[in-house]
């Protein structure tokens, strides 16, 4: 639990600068037609089949088969939409699954940043520890233990 409210506030700063920002992505003709006709579809058949749908359900069935859409920090990653296999489906499209990169991407650094502060408690006098769980908030008492060190 504690570990966890550590990880938060590494989180909230490192979230804000993973989802800051406009970005475009250009595609050939034939790149975009590939993702339009086939990729596209293909999402759309596993989402379907994810919430129990048929493969070929809309929106709004995919909502009453219980779809929710998934936000992390405002930001979707998993929204309850089919997309359509035109130029504004692609755009949706490429828009979430560029969200689900960055957001992986950030869980994995969180991990890895956990990691190495965990690896750097064990190095720390008791002094400095305990000025680290003072300093938390709420502050934590002196021999507090972040990090599960066997």
């Known amino acids: 639990m504690k570990k966890l409210l550590i990880c938060a506030v590494v989180s909230i700063f490192a979230a804000s600068s993973v989802f800051a920002g406009n970005s475009t992505l250009v595609y050939t003709t034939a790149q975009s037609t590939a993702i339009q006709t086939q990729l596209i579809p293909a999402y759309n058949r596993a989402h379907c089949r994810r919430f129990g749908a048929t493969p070929t359900c809309n929106t709004a069935q995919l909502v009453s088969a219980g779809c929710v ?82």
């Open 69 to 150: 859409t998934v936000t992390k920090k405002t930001v979707v990653l998993d929204s309850c939409v089919i997309f359509s296999q035109d130029a504004t489906g692609e755009a949706a499209y490429l828009q979430e699954r560029s969200n689900q990169a960055a957001f992986e991407a950030f869980v994995q650094l969180d991990a890895s940043l956990a990691f190495d502060f965990c690896s750097t408690w064990t190095t720390m006098t008791t002094t400095q520890r305990n000025n680290i769980c003072a300093s938390l908030t709420p502050a934590l008492p002196a021999g507090c233990a972040p990090c599960q060190i066997p």
